[in-house]
């Protein structure tokens, strides 16, 4: 898997610090049964919080 | 019959004046005074703005909706308040002009027992020289504040996906058009749904795209920035954020203040005091926002707008106003009630209410310039302050002038957001966050001012599938159809 997040840093430019997601990261953010966990998990997460907020 | 006259008809008027509506039930009434005649879900116009949606499907007629309701609906735009009445009467009333067609300019005075102002806010443009017209339509830039400004940006947009196929290279210059400007979010979501929208044209690499910002950080969002927990750290927002835009290849300016636009060109100034220059080829630059400019006079016809009414226009609520630098700042700075101070059955909600100061730290260059973002009121925070507000004025009606009226602080309070990355059913990302509370508490949580059990983002196609979702709930709810009160704001 190429890493092609890593190639958009510039030497000492804005972006030098930062972190960037490798091939595996980027290719779990559209992995549909990934996704489809997450999607649980995040509205449980979310439900949480409009139920705390109320 | 008491009669509650609510100003402004988006997310938390309507939220405010729909519940009014269904608890007070026929025996008192509902006046909703707002100059547009659709109601517009405003978090999807970054799909129009890049034609992924029609304006038509982020907006509705209200009158049919009001009907429904029992809701009388106006459509006019408010221009003054006279709380304590006039010479003549000592009923409080609003002066309202109507926009409605066949009956534009036509003026009339609504008298209230209650009121609720929630007129959202103006949008600035004029505050920068070139940004854009009264109508936010800019000769220079482009905006996605409305749904019309949308279909404008997407008009522009595609203009520039057919330059790049011809050859020519575009250069995208998308954030914040002022020093002093919020809904960072907005811009953040459009520049990523149009660097995913120049990937699937496939003319990705004939584009270079900028992001500008009055943030002092990137991922600050008005809030002050958020950690969130994540592979056992708790991690700051700006390194989420930095990730983002160096995955994308999304180049960035922080801690701006744009000061001029000219075509195809800005003109700003830094934190540092710096004036720099920026060129570009489509630019989408969100103005800043001031109260609607409504005037108040007391009952012997003298000026009191300055007594009701912040100095950018907002409504003056139960904030403390005076709690000066940001050393002093506490979350019991922020309103719990939104009553007037002053005038007691007036309230405000979502961006009408003047908060009490940044939650962002305020800065300036040394020139003087003050370059923060202002505090955003929108979204889900919003919403639930409309429903506290109409809670607390129907308490009142119904049981009596002692009841106890309803709190919600957004220190007390937290917010779901997301953040769209790309539209897709397969191929979509946003980020979705949860932030506890919305305006920290460093008394409560020292160090970050949040609770990291409840503060928390990532990004990926779930949160496109909930953004997508909550779009259609939302646009459901708004309309009133089946089960629109089980679905939370």
């Keep these: 898997m190429e890493k092609k997040a890593e190639h958009n840093i510039k030497a000492y430019g804005n972006n030098f610090t930062t972190m960037t997601p490798g091939p595996l990261a980027i290719k779990l953010r559209t992995c ?11 509205n449980i997460k979310m439900l949480i919080v409009v139920r705390k907020s109320h | 019959m008491a009669r509650l006259v609510v100003l402004g008809g988006g997310v938390s008027g309507h939220t405010a004046a729909t519940f009014a509506a269904k608890w007070l039930g026929s025996s008192h009434e509902v006046v909703v005074v707002t100059p547009n005649s659709k109601w517009n879900w405003i978090p999807s116009n970054i799909w129009v703005g890049v034609g992924q949606m029609g304006k038509e499907d982020v907006t509705f007629d209200l009158a049919p909706v009001y009907a429904k309701a029992g809701i009388n609906y106006k459509q006019a735009k408010a221009v003054s308040i006279n709380p304590e009445g006039n010479e003549r009467s000592d009923k409080p009333f609003v002066t309202i002009e109507y926009t409605l067609a066949g009956r534009e300019g036509e003026v009339e005075n609504i008298e209230y027992d209650y009121l609720i102002n929630a007129t959202g806010p103006k949008l600035n443009f004029g505050a920068t020289p070139g940004l854009g017209d009264a109508n936010g339509l800019g000769e220079f830039t482009v ?30 210059l998308i954030g914040t058009g002022h020093g002093l400007c919020t809904c960072q979010g907005a811009a953040f979501e459009y520049i990523f749904n149009i660097e995913h929208e120049l990937n699937k044209a496939g003319v990705r690499d004939m584009a270079d795209l900028k992001w500008i910002s009055n943030e002092s950080f990137l991922g600050d969002f008005g809030v002050g920035g958020l950690h969130m927990k994540s592979m056992g750290f708790a991690v700051s927002s700006k390194i989420f954020a930095e990730s983002l835009f160096t995955e994308r290849n999304v180049d960035w300016i922080i801690g701006a203040h744009v000061n001029k636009v000219e075509k195809g060109k800005v003109h700003y100034e830094l934190l540092d ?18 109260g ?50 002053t005038y007691g059955n007036i309230f405000a909600c979502g961006i009408a209410f003047a908060p009490p100061h940044p939650i962002s730290k305020p800065m300036s260059s040394p020139n003087g310039t003050p370059i923060n973002p202002t505090p955003p009121r929108t979204g889900m925070p919003s919403g639930i302050i409309g429903k506290a507000v109409a809670h607390s004025i129907c308490d009142r009606i119904l049981k009596g002038e002692s009841s106890p009226l309803h709190e919600a602080s957004m220190a007390n309070m937290g917010a779901a957001c997301v953040a769209s990355a790309g539209k897709g059913l397969f191929d979509g990302t946003a980020a979705a966050m949860t932030i506890y509370p919305v305006v920290p508490d460093f008394e409560k949580y020292p160090g970050t001012g949040r609770d990291t059990d409840y503060t928390f983002g990532e990004i990926g196609l779930a949160g496109h599938w909930i953004k997508h979702i909550l779009h259609h709930l939302f646009i459901w709810k708004a309309k009133l159809k089946t089960g629109w009160t089980m679905i939370p704001e």
């Design chain 1, 32 to 42: 549909k049964i990934w996704q489809f966990i997450r999607f649980i998990i995040i």
């Design chain 2, 143 to 172: 905006s996605v504040c409305t749904a019309d400004h949308a279909v404008h940006a997407n008009e522009e947009f595609q203009k520039c996906i057919q330059k790049m196929k011809k050859g020519e290279r575009q250069k995208f």
């Design chain 2, 273 to 290: 005091g710096s004036m720099n220059e920026e060129e570009f080829d489509f630019s989408m630059l969100i103005p800043p926002f001031a």
């Design chain 2, 292 to 341: 609607v400019g409504l005037k108040a006079y007391a009952k012997d016809g003298s000026d009191i707008t300055a007594t009701l009414f912040a100095p950018n226009g907002f409504l003056k609520v139960d904030a403390n106003y005076a709690a000066g630098a940001y050393e002093n700042w506490k979350a019991s700075d922020w309103p719990k009630t939104y009553q007037n101070p």
